[in-house]
Each structure stands twice: as structure tokens, then as C-alpha cells.
């Protein structure tokens, strides 16, 4: 359920896509009202799952929301990347 929350995250937001090194990486979004809620709503609760990301949500124009992942995960962070530059249009 998660990922269909990401993806339509990703398909509404995602302004730029940016790895900053191998466990780190930087997404871009364009900010809308409620948008920094449901952000932060939805990083607790993957975080809850999944405790090995580790996200950081800059309010603002733009938000921009980075996440580190341990090395031995860079792979689950690789795989979150493409799909944010999917709906980007690829734009890094």
C-alpha cells in the first residue's frame, strides 16, 4: 500500500531527482497545501516497516525530502530512485 503512496507522491510532486552518493539520495517536490503531512506521514510509517531509511523533509519552495539508507540497502535506495524519476520525466 506504501508504494501506490509513493508512486502517486512521486507522480504529483518529484521536481528533481538527485543522489548525493551511493546511500544518500534527494528528491525535490513541489510544495502544495497538506503536502509536508502527508510526506512526513508517509516517511514515520515506512520508517516504522522499514527502519533502515532514514528521511529528512526541508519545508520550503521546494520541500525537499532526503533519504539515507545504510550500504548494505543502497539497492532498496536505487530502486526508490527510479521509480521517483519515472514520473520526473528522468530529470536528475
Known amino acids: 500500500m ?12 518529484v521536481r528533481g ?10 528528491l525535490t ?3 502544495a497545501p497538506g503536502r509536508a503531512d502527508l510526506v512526513r506521514d508517509l ?3 515506512e520508517t516504522e516497516c522499514c527502519s533502515f531509511f ?6 520550503g519552495d521546494p520541500l525537499r525530502l532526503h533519504v ?8 532498496v535506495l536505487d530502486a526508490l530512485a527510479e ?10
Not at 503512496?5 to 512521486?10: K, S, Y
Not at 521509480?83 to 536528475?92: L, T
Request: hydrophobic fraction near 40%; charge should be positive.
Open 2 to 13: 506504501r508504494l501506490a503512496e509513493f508512486d502517486a507522491l512521486f507522480a504529483a510532486a
Open 17 to 26: 531527482v538527485r543522489r548525493d552518493g551511493p546511500t544518500e539520495l534527494a
Open 29 to 31: 517536490l513541489a510544495p
Open 43 to 45: 516517511t514515520r510509517r
Open 54 to 59: 532514514t528521511f529528512r523533509l526541508e519545508d
Open 68 to 75: 539515507t539508507v545504510p550500504p548494505a540497502h543502497t539497492d
Open 83 to 92: 521509480r521517483a524519476r519515472r514520473p520526473a520525466g528522468g530529470r536528475a
